[in-house]
């Protein structure tokens, strides 16, 4: 039932010294929601979800993730959600079972329920004739397969997703989204995530919000979105709302993102 909150964020803010890169931002995911986060280069979409993942730490305002406060309740948090970041994060010097056992014993899976959980997940991504292979050796596509399997050992309520399909043919992505989407009806499990691609938001999501400048724009369907902003697209919407100049990353902050990453990594 898509009637409870999965997540719920009131008046976040997060600054980094001086700069707002959430600014007071607001929104509820309802439990079995595909809830897309859309926005330009830099404005706050990774932020948010380092938030809501643990990473950061916000500055003002109150958030639940599956129940849990990712501040104070920090372990019950991180074993309630899988997530797949932007950039990759496997050790391509271990196998795909290895990677995955790896995973499972990080989030206390037992050995009995791993091997079994393992193998589902490797055959249902079609990677499990290669399990034994080092991940360096993987396409692509194969390895942000394998992130997502990953991040599924563990049976998560909330998937969360930073640009999974970001650099990948469009077979793949179909391919990847079919998983998401079979895995979303069949465990009712939440999805949220970022992407690039408007028609990926515009064919799965069941909820969109447009963020930019740290400020949510808009929120609601594909059709609502069209509607308010009389377009015939999402990303005739999308454009209308952010405007069609080009952006760039944050050099600075994009240093500092990774080094989180390297922190959470271990």
């Known amino acids: 039932m898509k009637n409870e909150s999965a997540i719920t964020v009131k008046k976040l803010v997060k600054k980094f010294k001086d700069f707002k890169a959430v600014d007071n931002i607001s929104f509820d995911v309802k439990q079995g ?112 397969r394998l992130e997502i399997a990953r991040g599924l050992i563990h049976h998560p309520k909330i998937l969360f997703l930073d640009e999974p399909t970001l650099g990948l043919d469009p077979q793949t992505r179909n391919k990847i989204w079919t998983y998401i989407k079979d895995l979303n009806k069949k465990q009712n499990m939440t999805v949220f995530f970022t992407t690039h691609y408007m028609e990926e938001a515009d064919e799965v999501a069941d909820t969109i919000a447009i963020i930019d400048h740290g400020k949510i724009l808009i929120q609601g369907t594909s059709n609502k979105l069209k509607q308010k902003t009389k377009t015939k697209s999402l990303e005739q919407a999308f454009l209308k709302l952010t405007g069609r100049s080009l952006r760039k990353e944050n050099g600075s902050f994009k240093e500092t993102f990774r080094n989180i990453n390297r922190m959470w990594r271990g």
């Not at 014993?105 to 079609?126: C, D, G």
């Open 33 to 144: 929601e595909i809830f897309a986060f859309l926005g330009p280069n830099g404005a706050g979409k990774t932020t948010t979800i380092k938030v809501l993942t643990t990473l950061l730490h916000p500055t003002e305002g109150k958030i639940s993730v599956n129940g849990f406060d990712p501040v104070k309740e920090t372990d019950k948090t991180r074993s309630s959600f899988g997530i797949v970041f932007q950039d990759p994060t496997l050790d391509v010097d271990l196998t795909a079972n290895e990677n995955m056992e790896f995973h499972a014993a990080m989030y206390h899976v037992s050995k009995k329920e791993a091997k079994q959980r393992i193998e589902h997940l490797l055959k249902l991504m079609e990677l499990w004739d290669r399990k034994d292979e080092l991940v360096k050796n993987f396409s692509g596509g194969m390895k942000r």
